[in-house]
C-alpha cells in the first residue's frame, strides 16, 4: 500500500474496484484501524466507514446490507440490524446507539482509494 499526503486527508490505496463485491462490502486494515468499505453498484457509488459496530462493539460492519432509507444510502449491522448512513455516520435506527467514522473514497484506474482525516492519520 502506498499513502499520498494532501492538505486534509492522506489517502491510500485500498484495493482493486475488482476485489469488493457488486452492492457489497469488503474490510481494509490501515495500519491498526479496520475499515469497512461498500461498492453500492446500484448507485454507482462508494462509500468507506470504520468496520467497528457502536452497539456492540463488533468488527462487522462490512458484511452489513446495504440499503436506501427515504432515498439516502445505509448500513445494517449485520448482527442487529442497527443502521447507519453512509453519509454522515449518524444512527437511523432510532435509537441512540451512536454514530460511525466515515472516510472519503475515490476511485482511479481501477484501484479505490481511501482518505483518512490528517487529524487521524498519526492515530492509525
Not at 50 to 55: A, F, G, L, R, S
Not at 79 to 85: A, E, P
Amino acid at each position: 500500500m502506498s499513502a499520498t499526503i494532501t492538505e486534509q486527508y492522506t489517502w491510500f490505496a485500498a484495493c482493486s474496484t475488482a476485489d469488493v463485491p457488486s452492492n457489497g462490502g469488503v474490510c481494509i486494515k490501515y495500519k491498526d484501524q479496520q475499515i469497512a468499505l461498500f461498492h453500492f453498484t446500484r448507485r454507482n457509488e462508494w462509500y468507506a466507514t470504520q468496520n467497528m459496530c457502536p452497539h456492540r462493539m463488533q468488527m462487522a460492519l462490512s458484511r452489513g446490507l446495504i440499503g436506501t432509507a427515504g432515498g439516502e444510502p445505509k448500513v445494517a449491522c449485520p448482527f442487529h440490524k442497527k443502521t447507519f448512513s453512509l453519509v454522515d455516520g449518524r444512527c437511523m435506527s432510532g435509537d441512540d446507539c451512536g454514530a460511525i467514522e466515515t472516510y472519503p473514497v475515490r476511485v482511479e484506474n481501477g484501484k479505490v482509494f481511501i482518505g483518512v482525516p490528517d487529524r487521524e492519520a498519526d492515530l492509525f
